[in-house]
């Protein structure tokens, strides 16, 4: 049920509501003032009734002494002011009867309360009472010594003013008429008001059932949808959406709470990473890679008992949970156990997939208590013990490890110091052109200056800067010691062409890429910049928002050069829809294309190729003359490697730029 549509059923609701108290209120008020009115009016007739009946006994007292006694005269004027009284009274009291029965003229309640009075009936009531009242002006304006000679004056006071006269009986029946007419009105206001209590009661059941009732089922229903997506999402959240395991933060999750609640204090974890898992991927497409993780999830489960869990925590590594006390051997037959369950053939789409797995576990015990993330670094360090031996190979984290684990922690963080403190920094190693033998670029090449003086290659640090996801800031700390060699290079006049640089996944995956670079190297053009790129970056996740920002890199005058070249699974699809600029031939190609005639014809097509493309060449690797001759045919191939220099330091690679442009120099002059 839409909110707006909520919203109009529930004003709708109130407005029936407000309407019907609201005509409950004016009918239930009018109905209250007529009948205040009734009752005023009741009380104004018979105190109109007690006036003319104290005025007919003081005209019958009167009248009798005067018969009895000539005395009577002394009574006329005992009463004299009295009577004047009650003529003033009598005729107040008709004001307000005739005021009063105005009032009743209130036409919200006429069709509830029957009228009291006609109006003939008031007016001629009205008439002789006014009329009494000016007889009994008269009678008290007497002089008590005519009284009685005056029979005009107090007969026709005695005759209306009689038990029998029609003044007091009008004024009798008027009073006792509106007493029960009264009476009847306030039955009639209770029924009245009981309806009134029966609509608004209906009117509530009504709207209940009408509006309120669909609109809490409608709510109900609503929340019991957002509680199944408010459960799916958390499901979700931390289960695998494509084998429907627990992922990462429901490992963690239940570790934390099994030790912070002391349950099953003896539990172990292994991680079950499948070998090469990613060529299936980039072979057979994502579907058949999607359908072997989602048959692998449904083996190893199976192989588990009651109470252990398996999670996926990573793109093509699971981890299992186990419960309870499980000694080395238990834990060597259980890892052999889910290595044979992975290795078994697997059918998609009618080809059959052999892959394999590699289990590193640790375990974790009330002798040697260990926090959740520990246990899961130990477990991690005993996979990637076991991946170094190959594929299929099991690793039990132990004492020994111990040690080596520390020693891998010890390692990141001097790693981290050192990229702080700027001891990580560029040397350069130059790139020639194969046949004038000058000088066209340069490569930046890491090496990490220890505190003892030692330089180190990034075969010694590289793996540890990948694992603690320091990679990033590698390329930083590279890029910022290009930007201070390229400003002494352009002060001194001795800028190469180009220098390129290697760049991590991540770098190339950061959207700010452009950005970082403009706010390195300024807002100019960047021709002078290569950025090498590794096939496999391609292929990766990122490898979508990678090209996005290579093209936009290029745009600025950036040129990319695919590193490695012939050693990944799609080099030549890449050639034809990537914008690359340059290739550079993988050393492992040079080194054996003299011994393979095979590998010298595949060195040669590549380079048949890029030419036609209009793509430059760099050989890398090259270490003897016999490899640089193999070159020699081409025009515009560059090479690098020991045969040329070995990689130089900053000031180094200075004085040999500086060298070169005086060799440059002096053939010119020679030339002319």
């Known amino acids: 049920m839409p909110l707006q549509r909520l919203r109009r059923g529930y004003f709708l609701a109130l407005l029936i509501l407000a309407l019907v108290a609201c005509g409950s209120y004016l009918i239930i008020d009018a109905m209250q003032r007529a009948q205040s009115h009734a009752v005023k009016l009741t009380e104004i007739a018979a105190s109109q009734r007690s006036n003319l009946r104290r005025v007919a006994q003081i005209v019958e007292l009167i009248l009798r002494t005067q018969d009895q006694n000539p005395g009577g005269q002394r009574w006329l004027a005992a009463t004299h002011q009295e009577l004047a009284a009650l003529a003033d009274d009598i005729s107040t009291t008709r004001l307000a009867f005739d005021a009063e029965l105005a009032r009743m003229h209130d036409p919200l309640s006429r069709p509830f309360i029957r009228p009291l009075i006609s109006t003939q009936r008031a007016q001629r009531f009205s008439a002789m009472t006014e009329a009494a009242a000016e007889q009994t002006r008269k009678f008290a304006a007497l002089d008590p010594n005519q009284v009685e000679w005056r029979f005009s004056v107090w007969a026709p006071i005695e005759l209306e003013l009689a038990a029998e006269g029609a003044l007091m009986v009008e004024a009798t029946a008027i ?11 306030s039955a009639s206001f209770r029924r009245v008001h009981m309806l009134l209590a029966v609509v608004t009661l209906l009117t509530l059941l009504a709207e209940y059932l009408l509006i309120f009732h669909p609109m809490l089922e409608q709510l109900r229903l609503r929340h019991d949808k957002l509680a199944r997506v408010t459960s799916k999402l958390r499901h979700l959240a931390s289960h695998d959406l494509l084998t429907g395991v627990g992922n990462r933060l429901l490992l963690r999750q ?12 003896e539990h172990a974890v292994l991680l079950v990473d499948i070998d090469d898992f990613k060529n299936v991927n980039d072979i057979f497409g994502h579907a058949a890679g999607d359908h072997i993780l989602g048959q692998i999830a449904h083996r190893l489960h199976a192989r588990l008992k009651r109470g252990d869990a398996l999670f996926r925590t990573g793109s093509d590594e699971f981890t299992v949970l186990i419960h309870g006390e499980l000694h080395l051997s238990g834990l060597v037959v259980l890892a052999n156990r889910l290595c044979e ?4 053939p697997m059918q998609y789409e009618g080809k059959e997939f052999l892959v394999r797995a590699c289990v590193g576990a640790a375990a974790h015990s009330a002798a040697d208590p260990i926090t959740a993330d520990e246990l899961l670094k130990r477990a991690d360090f005993a996979l990637r013990t076991a ?24 390692l990141g963080h001097r790693l981290g110091e050192a990229l702080a403190q700027g001891r990580i920094r560029p040397c350069y190693q130059p790139i020639y052109d194969i046949r004038s033998r000058r000088i066209v670029g340069v490569e930046a090449l890491a090496r990490w200056h220890t505190e003892d003086g030692e330089v180190l290659t990034p075969t010694h640090f590289l ?25 002494q290079w352009l002060e001194r006049g001795l800028m190469p062409d180009y220098v390129s640089i290697n760049f991590s996944e991540s770098t190339l995956a950061d959207k700010r890429l452009p950005q970082r670079l403009q706010a390195l190297f300024g807002p100019g053009d960047l021709h002078w910049l290569h950025v090498e790129v590794v096939e496999t970056a391609l292929l990766n996740q990122g490898g979508g928002l990678i090209e996005s920002n290579l093209r936009h890199l290029m745009r600025q005058g950036v040129r990319v050069a695919l590193d490695d070249f012939g050693t990944g699974y799609a080099s030549l699809t890449h050639l034809r829809g990537f914008p690359c600029s340059v290739i550079k031939i993988d050393q492992s190609f040079v080194s054996a294309m003299l011994k393979d005639a095979g590998t010298l014809l595949i060195v040669r097509g590549i380079i048949d190729i890029a030419v036609g493309l209009g793509i430059e060449v760099i050989a890398e690797g090259i270490e003897t003359a016999a490899q640089c001759e193999v070159f020699q045919p081409w025009p515009q191939i560059a090479g690098q490697g020991y045969f040329f220099s070995r990689p130089l330091s900053p000031e180094a690679l200075l004085s040999l730029l500086a060298e070169a442009a005086e060799l440059h120099t002096a053939s010119q002059r020679g030339l002319s």
């Not at 009073?175 to 009105?185: F, K, T, V, W, Y």
């Not at 239940?254 to 204090?265: R, S, Y």
């Open 175 to 185: 009073a006792g008429e509106l007493n029960a007419l009264a009476m009847e009105n």
């Open 387 to 410: 991946k170094l031996k190959g594929p299929g190979h099991i690793r039990i984290f132990d004492k020994c490890d111990q040690g080596l684990a520390a020693a891998r922690d010890l």
């Open 254 to 265: 239940q570790l934390l709470t099994m030790q912070a609640n002391e349950i099953a204090p």
């Open 463 to 487: 793996p540890t800067l990948q694992e603690y996801g320091m990679l990033d800031q590698l390329s930083d700390a590279m890029l910022r010691g290009v930007a201070r060699d390229r400003q």
């Open 341 to 344: 369950t992975v290795s078994k």
